[in-house]
């Protein structure tokens, strides 16, 4: 097996071929596990799930995990350009021949019993058996959707976060935000550490009726165990250089294991603030459950300051197309709550930019998305082109201009794939205009890949 049959394997995975409903094929992850010889069994660490957030805050624990010492892997969810960014270890994506190795020893297993799987369970499966081989015992694993039947909650993980909730996979979550949280928080065990990120008061509620049924919890919540403060500071001019540096962004962070002073936030967007602290407290929660040692604090705030997480307000400042220069932003918002958070700093990058043209948006979604919400937060009159992506989910750009609000004032093209797309919006930009690519995680994976970016 190449890395490649890895890949078309995967593709046909996802098209579901022979029709098996969707809990057959999840109930099937344990069994496809088992007969790996159980690969998890000695994983400790945190499971985070969440309608948002959820990769960042992974990035800002790796970091922290990192800082304590401790090797680590990690499984974000889900991958911009190739699946082995889905495996990482100490925040570093394995190699093909590694991804492909781990990958031929899990599909060998699903046909000799016979045990289809969602893709999350080909993934979550291949990602156990390479931590196994790489002699990995602490992972931080992201959820793809749900939370009790997301394929990594088989891994085990006794420190459970969840980021937030908002409406999101209604068709498969439930369509309130009580519903959604009941599905993501229902994963936590008797004995687990759970962290929950800042919720509205309907799924706060729903959180504490759910955890109520469990014993032995410790709950750590933000606003209430857990707080933080955010700050902005223009670092000291250097000696022997001229002007300052850009302002940075530094967190308190107070957990009941530890008060954390002047830690960095680079990841750009005041929401970061809160993934920082929760990712804190997850880390904090680790620390008391005896899974690594409490991290050095300048080491802590080192690694914090070098977090990248791609594809989330990523800013490619001289991109380049053919014949085109000019800014490219990709983000991946792939809700209204989402799109609604990271508008502002979109809203930034259009007016630092100083360009006679406004910005030129590219969009492309899943099928069933509110695409009128989503688009909500930035202005009607910024040219739109929409496009989709190579996945068999993704929702033709004849209906999402249908769905379009009638409020909609400026020009609107399709186009038929992602680098059509980048292209069209290029010409509408103008040399050194700006093109914001969201939508979709799978636009900006291809949007990236068209511009000649490396999986990182």
Same mark, same amino acid.
């Given at each position: 097996?190449?890395?490649? %049959?890895?890949?078309?394997?995967?593709?046909?995975?996802?098209?579901?071929?022979? %029709?098996?409903?969707?809990p057959?094929?999840?109930?099937?992850?344990?069994?496809?596990?088992?007969?790996?010889?159980?690969?998890?069994?000695?994983?400790?660490?945190m499971?985070?799930?969440?309608?948002?957030g959820?990769?960042?805050?992974?990035?800002?624990?790796?970091s922290?995990?990192?800082?304590?010492?401790?090797?680590?892997?990690?499984?974000?969810?889900p991958?911009?350009?190739?699946?082995?960014?889905?495996?990482?270890?100490?925040?570093? *994506?394995?190699?093909?021949?590694?991804?492909?190795?781990?990958?031929?020893?899990?599909?060998q297993?699903?046909?000799?019993?016979?045990?289809?799987?969602?893709?999350?369970?080909?993934?979550?499966?291949?990602?156990?058996?390479h931590?196994?081989?790489?002699?990995?015992?602490?992972?931080?694993?992201e959820?793809s959707?749900?939370?009790?039947?997301a394929?990594a909650?088989?891994?085990?993980?006794d420190?459970?976060?969840?980021?937030?909730?908002?409406?999101d996979?209604?068709r498969?979550?439930?369509?309130?935000?009580?519903?959604i949280?009941?599905?993501?928080?229902?994963?936590?065990?008797?004995?687990?550490?759970?962290?929950l990120?800042?919720?509205?008061?309907?799924?706060?509620?729903?959180? &504490?009726?759910?955890?109520?049924?469990?014993?032995?919890?410790?709950?750590?919540?933000?606003?209430? &165990?857990?707080?933080?403060t955010?700050?902005?500071?223009?670092p000291?001019?250097?000696a022997?250089?001229?002007?300052?540096?850009?302002p940075?962004?530094?967190?308190?962070?107070?957990?009941p294991?530890?008060?954390?002073?002047?830690?960095?936030?680079?990841?750009p967007?005041?929401?970061?603030?809160?993934?920082?602290?929760?990712?804190?407290?997850?880390?904090?929660?680790?620390?008391e459950?005896?899974?690594?040692?409490?991290?050095?604090?300048?080491?802590l705030?080192?690694?914090?300051?070098?977090?990248?997480?791609?594809?989330?307000l &990523?800013?490619?400042?001289?991109?380049?197309?053919?014949?085109?220069?000019?800014?490219?932003?990709?983000?991946?918002?792939?809700?209204?709550?989402?799109? &609604?958070?990271?508008?502002?700093?979109?809203?930034?990058?259009?007016?630092?930019?100083?360009?006679?043209?406004?910005?030129?948006?590219?969009f492309?979604?899943?099928?069933?998305?509110?695409v009128?919400d989503?688009?909500?937060?930035?202005?009607a009159?910024?040219?739109?082109?929409?496009?989709?992506?190579?996945?068999?989910?993704?929702?033709d750009?004849?209906?999402?201009?249908?769905?379009?609000? *009638?409020?909609?004032?400026g *020009?609107?093209?399709?186009?038929?794939?992602?680098?059509?797309a980048?292209?069209?919006?290029?010409?509408?930009?103008?040399?050194?205009?700006?093109v914001?690519v969201?939508g979709?995680?799978?636009l900006?994976?291809?949007? %990236?890949?068209?511009?000649?970016?490396?999986?990182?």
């Amino acid at each position: 097996m190449d890395y490649q %049959r890895c890949v078309d394997i995967l593709s046909r995975i996802h098209e579901n071929p022979h %029709r098996l409903p969707r809990p057959t094929r999840q109930a099937n992850v344990a069994k496809l596990l088992e007969a790996l010889g159980r690969p998890q069994r000695d994983l400790r660490g945190m499971l985070v799930v969440g309608t948002n957030g959820k990769g960042s805050t992974c990035a800002y624990a790796v970091s922290a995990v990192a800082a304590a010492g401790a090797r680590v892997g990690s499984m974000p969810s889900p991958h911009l350009q190739e699946p082995r960014e889905r495996i990482r270890i100490d925040g570093v *994506p394995v190699t093909r021949a590694e991804y492909t190795a781990a990958f031929a020893e899990v599909w060998q297993a699903v046909e000799r019993h016979e045990l289809p799987v969602l893709s999350q369970g080909i993934f979550t499966a291949t990602a156990a058996v390479h931590f196994r081989r790489a002699g990995i015992d602490l992972a931080v694993a992201e959820a793809s959707i749900g939370g009790s039947r997301a394929a990594a909650a088989e891994l085990g993980l006794d420190v459970k976060v969840l980021t937030g909730v908002g409406l999101d996979h209604t068709r498969l979550l439930g369509g309130s935000l009580a519903e959604i949280t009941r599905a993501k928080i229902a994963g936590a065990r008797d004995g687990d550490h759970v962290v929950l990120g800042r919720l509205a008061p309907e799924a706060a509620d729903s959180a &504490e009726l759910v955890l109520k049924e469990r014993t032995g919890l410790s709950v750590w919540r933000v606003d209430h &165990e857990i707080h933080y403060t955010a700050r902005t500071v223009r670092p000291a001019r250097s000696a022997g250089r001229d002007g300052d540096h850009a302002p940075v962004t530094l967190l308190d962070v107070t957990t009941p294991h530890a008060v954390h002073r002047d830690l960095p936030c680079p990841l750009p967007g005041t929401h970061q603030h809160h993934n920082l602290a929760v990712a804190i407290a997850a880390v904090d929660a680790m620390v008391e459950r005896g899974h690594i040692r409490e991290p050095d604090g300048e080491q802590l705030r080192t690694r914090l300051a070098a977090t990248r997480w791609p594809g989330r307000l &990523e800013l490619v400042p001289n991109a380049r197309l053919d014949d085109w220069t000019g800014r490219v932003l990709l983000e991946g918002a792939t809700n209204p709550q989402g799109a &609604e958070t990271v508008a502002p700093e979109i809203l930034r990058h259009a007016r630092a930019g100083g360009h006679p043209r406004p910005p030129v948006l590219v969009f492309a979604a899943m099928r069933g998305k509110d695409v009128s919400d989503m688009l909500a937060p930035l202005p009607a009159d910024w040219p739109l082109v929409l496009t989709r992506t190579d996945s068999h989910q993704a929702a033709d750009p004849a209906i999402l201009h249908d769905e379009l609000s *009638p409020s909609r004032q400026g *020009p609107c093209l399709t186009a038929e794939d992602a680098p059509s797309a980048l292209r069209r919006a290029a010409g509408l930009a103008g040399p050194g205009g700006l093109v914001v690519v969201f939508g979709s995680l799978r636009l900006v994976g291809e949007a %990236r890949t068209a511009l000649a970016l490396p999986p990182a």
